[in-house]
């Protein structure tokens, strides 16, 4: 499968907990995106890098998250004391400078869940 | 700030019927418009793009539609089928294309 991969699919945690979440994106993508979902509504966005760059963060992005990119090829999202309003599903997708980026693809998500 | 929104949340047709999903955005200087389709369980899937210098585009049993008079655009879908059932979501591209902004989303359920 050449798609976009992440892992875990689903994580429970307890409030206060961290947890980290890996995306792997197309091999040959260089734009990485991580987005926010919550029952019944559309994605939100939350940061992107391009290569090993984080280019743009959202308000959304509270300081209890971060999120890296090391080499510009698998990234990971750290949530830090994790909170009931945390619980959501974590999208990543990525996209590549051959469709000007407009087409992004996105991974099967994480489910989180903050007990 | 820049928003899109669904006119219905949930859509129900029968297997065979024609579906229609519509989508109003807020940007009148938006230039390019995306629906996804999002089953259970899965990330959003792309289905069809459009251009704002388009009036119409078609692709695979599914034509968007978009009118920029009145800042609204829908997805057709032709013939529809069990395998349609899904949340449809419309999106613009915002901050040079560096990220999504995805309405709330239009579940269309399919019934035989």
């Excluded at chain 1, 689903?10 to 792997?24: A, E, L, P």
């Excluded at chain 2, 129900?12 to 938006?30: H, L, P």
């Amino acid at each position: 499968d050449t798609g976009v991969s992440q892992d875990p699919r689903h994580k429970i945690t307890k409030r206060g907990q961290n947890v980290t979440f890996r995306c792997d994106p197309i091999s040959e993508h260089n734009r990485l995106y991580w987005y926010r979902q919550t029952l019944g509504q559309g994605p939100e966005f939350l940061t992107y890098f391009q290569n090993e760059a984080q280019l743009e963060k959202s308000r959304l992005l509270s300081d209890r998250f971060s999120a890296e990119r090391p080499k510009g090829s698998f990234s990971t999202l750290e949530i830090q004391r994790t909170e009931q309003g945390d619980s959501a599903m974590y999208l990543c997708a990525s996209s590549s400078p051959g469709t000007n980026y407009n087409e992004q693809f996105f991974g099967p998500g994480t489910r989180l869940t903050v007990l | 700030g820049e928003s899109v929104g669904l006119h219905l949340p949930t859509l129900s047709v029968q297997e065979g019927d024609n579906s229609i999903i519509n989508c109003a955005y807020s940007n009148s200087a938006s230039d390019y418009f995306i629906w996804y389709k999002q089953e259970s369980g899965k990330g959003p899937q792309f289905i069809i793009d459009i251009r704002s210098n388009m009036d119409k585009r078609q692709g695979q049993r599914v034509t968007v539609l978009l009118n920029k008079t009145v800042k609204h655009l829908s997805l057709q879908i032709a013939a529809t089928q069990p395998g349609d059932s899904a949340v449809y979501f419309c999106a613009v591209p915002s901050g040079g294309y560096n990220k999504l902004i995805f309405g709330a989303g239009t579940r269309l359920a399919v019934h035989p």
